[in-house]
């Protein structure tokens, strides 16, 4: 059979490219990772030709018996890592995942509570221009003026929107999420309460961010971020969602299949496997310890040079800074990093006086540079290039010189 380069040299010089960015830029966006060899084998590999629509011992189709036992290994795996009793492997996507749950345990028109998306919230968690906010009701809580999470003013929304299903979790949002504070304020008002922690999954499991295990009734992560699996996602069941409802774990399971999806993605559960039993490992948790070091040591940096860190800095993985002070907006201040080779996002801030194409802010990560082996000392140099960008953003002969500075920084990695 022949190789790629052969079949397509179209798509063999697109990944060799893509190779070459990923390995000449600082990637800095904080939903991005670099996955293991093992990952990409996995991902790879001969399962990606199976079909097998349904669940392991219930399929539709013949010749599953490895595809089950991969499935199951998967499952246990996951159920092991994050000290649960149910989890399901098969959501394609957070996105998917996210309504997946919704509608195995809402109906048309009840009420979604949730972290409005400028202010670090998720499309899939009720915005306006997602599908999740064309069956369900949406009401949003915010983050107070210090950039952080305010309980005592969620629990009053709460107890006056009345929801049922409280969501937290975030993809900009820097702080520890308290998640006994929404588990008590979920009881309070009778509801399910649900934690996306598709960004801080790895910080978990690493040791460096609480669980939210004995809080949440679900949990929904994706695979590919701070994980440093492949794109995919997983919908967990806990022991506390079990007691309030015995039968959530099935109705998520129809909710999946048949309910939104056909045959799942085996090679990508394979590869998912993988990356469980990578986070299982010490050196796991040595690399997560390094991405929070990495995080603060750069927020400390870009508070020195005069940037606005939201919330004031960092306990994670994600730095989000307000450019409003600095006279550039985040689009075009993300455009000049990626000129001279940081990639970053564009990101609404919370009181964005701008909108979701010319947002304030930008967001700023440190998964995938640790992942290549960077350090405190390389977050300085980064820092220090930011500034410098920041300072001189129309002088095309210094950002010339500034990008010759990042690429000796990724040469050494």
């Not at 090679?267 to 039993?277: P, T």
Request: hydrophobic share 40%.
């Amino acid at each position: 059979m022949m190789n790629l380069k052969k079949i397509d040299k179209e798509f063999f010089d697109l990944i060799q490219k893509e190779e070459k960015q990923q390995l000449e830029c600082l990637m800095m966006i904080p939903s991005e990772n670099r996955c293991s060899l093992g990952v990409l084998e996995a991902l790879g590999s001969c399962f990606t030709n199976k079909y097998a629509e349904g669940y392991p011992g219930k399929r539709y189709y013949q010749g599953v018996l490895n595809s089950d036992k991969l499935e199951n290994l998967v499952i246990e795996r996951a159920k092991k890592l994050f000290k649960v009793p149910y989890v399901n492997v098969q959501p394609y996507s957070g996105s998917v995942a996210n309504l997946e749950i919704y509608f195995s345990i809402l109906k048309p028109g009840d009420k979604i509570l949730s972290l409005g998306l400028n202010d670090g919230g998720h499309l899939t968690h009720g915005s306006s221009v997602s599908l999740s906010s064309k069956f369900f009701k949406i009401s949003h809580y915010m983050l107070n003026p210090d950039g952080v999470l305010d309980y005592t003013e969620i629990e009053r929304i709460a107890l006056k929107e009345k929801p049922q299903l409280i969501i937290s979790g975030f993809s900009a949002y820097p702080r520890i999420i308290n998640w006994k504070k929404f588990s008590e304020i979920a009881k309070k008002v009778n509801c399910l309460f649900m934690a996306d922690i598709s960004h801080v999954a790895g910080l978990i499991v690493g040791g460096e961010y609480p669980s939210c295990a004995n809080y949440a009734d679900i949990i929904m992560t994706t695979t590919h971020k701070t994980l440093r699996g492949p794109r995919g996602a997983m919908i967990m069941v806990t022991k506390k969602g079990l007691k309030f409802d015995p039968e959530l774990g099935d109705k998520i399971s129809k909710s999946v299949f048949p309910g939104m999806q056909g045959g799942p993605h085996l090679n990508n559960i394979a590869a998912i496997g993988v990356c469980l039993k990578e986070a299982s490992l010490d050196s796991f948790k040595k690399y997560i310890k390094q991405v929070i070091l990495n995080s603060k040591c750069l927020s400390l940096e870009l508070k020195k040079y005069g940037f606005n860190l939201v919330s004031g800095g960092t306990d994670t993985h994600l730095i989000l800074i307000d450019l409003r002070n600095l006279g550039i907006d985040g689009k075009e201040f993300a455009s000049v990093l990626e000129s001279v080779g940081i990639i970053c996002n564009k990101n609404m801030v919370p009181l964005d006086t701008g909108n979701a194409n010319t947002p304030s802010g930008i967001r700023l990560g440190t998964p995938f540079l640790t992942s290549r082996g960077m350090k405190e000392k390389e977050m300085k140099e980064i820092a220090l290039i930011i500034k410098e960008v920041l300072e001189d953003a129309s002088n095309k002969e210094v950002l010339k010189k500034l990008k010759l500075k990042v690429l000796n920084i990724s040469k050494k990695f």
